[in-house]
Structures are given as structure tokens and as C-alpha cells.
């Protein structure tokens, strides 16, 4: 088995994800900036959830004695709207999804069952991601702004 197609994925992988983590730290940033710290807290916690990705990605490259490449796939942009925010972040879920499966059907192909598992368990959590942004879209044109962005406020006094 050799090691080389896995440690390309799982390092696309890492910066895919370091990226992803310094997005929703801007995100959370720019939302507490406009009053929606219960929204805020939200992306502070997809921010977490994409730092144990990134994590896990690199203990793997180490396991197979790589050099794990700390780097950005893309810079972070700053959303101007909830909108272009909550679409865009959807663009990306969807293409690590679809990188994630490709590279999770490689692995099983090299025969190595452990960055199989990986890239399938991150690809499943990373659904969820996207499925709470196609809601929030929704809610959005439903709601209207206005109203989704008072479900978001706190209460006066709160945090």
C-alpha cells in the first residue's frame, strides 16, 4: 500500500478544514458585530467541531509519518448579509462532501480502512452542517430577514 494518495487527500483535507475553522471564527466575529451573538454561538461551535476535524486529519498524516502542511485551502471572505453568509458556507460543505467521499473511496481502494473511516465519519458530520444551513436558507426566505434576525437577538439584557 502506498502511502503517497493518502497523505495528498488527508493534507487537502487539513487545509480544507483549518480553513473552514478560521471562516466561522470570522463569522462569529462579524455576527456578534451585528447583534446575533446567539448566532455567533452557533459558528463558534461548528468552529470547534472543524478544529477536531483538522485535528484528526493531521494525527493521521503523522501516523503515516508525514509532514503535516498547515495551511489555508482558500482565505476566509467576510459575508456582507446572513444570505451570502449561510449559501456560501453551504458551497463549501457541499464540496467536502464530495472531496471526503471521493477520498474515503480511494482509501478503501488502497486498502486502508482507517482514513476510510475518517474521511466517511467527517463526510457524515459535515451532511449535518449542510442540512442545518439549507434550513437556515429556508427559514430566511420564509421568515424574512427581519423576523430570523430577531429569533437571534438576545433578550435585553442577555448575552
Do not use: C
Not at 455576527?31 to 493531521?58: C, I, K, N, P, Y
Not at 503515516?64 to 463549501?92: I, V, Y
Request: aromatic share 6%; charged share 25%; no cysteine.
Amino acid at each position: 500500500m502506498t502511502n503517497a494518495r493518502t497523505i495528498e487527500n488527508l493534507q487537502t483535507a487539513l487545509a480544507m478544514e483549518l480553513t473552514a475553522t478560521h471562516q466561522y471564527q470570522l463569522h462569529a466575529g462579524v455576527l456578534d458585530d451585528w447583534g446575533l451573538s446567539l448566532l455567533a454561538t452557533q459558528m463558534r461551535v461548528e468552529l470547534q467541531e472543524e478544529l477536531g476535524h483538522s485535528e484528526a486529519f493531521m494525527v493521521r498524516i503523522l501516523f503515516f509519518n508525514g509532514e503535516p502542511q498547515l495551511k489555508l485551502a482558500k482565505t476566509p471572505l467576510q459575508a456582507r448579509s446572513l444570505k451570502e453568509m449561510f449559501a456560501s458556507d453551504l458551497a463549501d460543505e457541499k464540496d467536502a462532501i464530495e472531496f471526503y467521499t471521493r477520498a474515503s473511496i480511494e482509501a478503501a481502494t488502497d486498502g486502508d480502512i482507517g482514513t476510510r473511516q475518517l474521511f466517511e465519519r467527517v463526510a457524515l458530520e459535515e451532511e449535518q452542517h449542510m442540512s442545518w444551513l439549507e434550513l437556515q436558507l429556508d427559514l430566511l426566505e420564509r421568515m424574512g430577514e427581519p423576523a430570523y434576525i430577531a429569533k437571534h437577538m438576545p433578550a435585553p439584557g442577555g448575552v
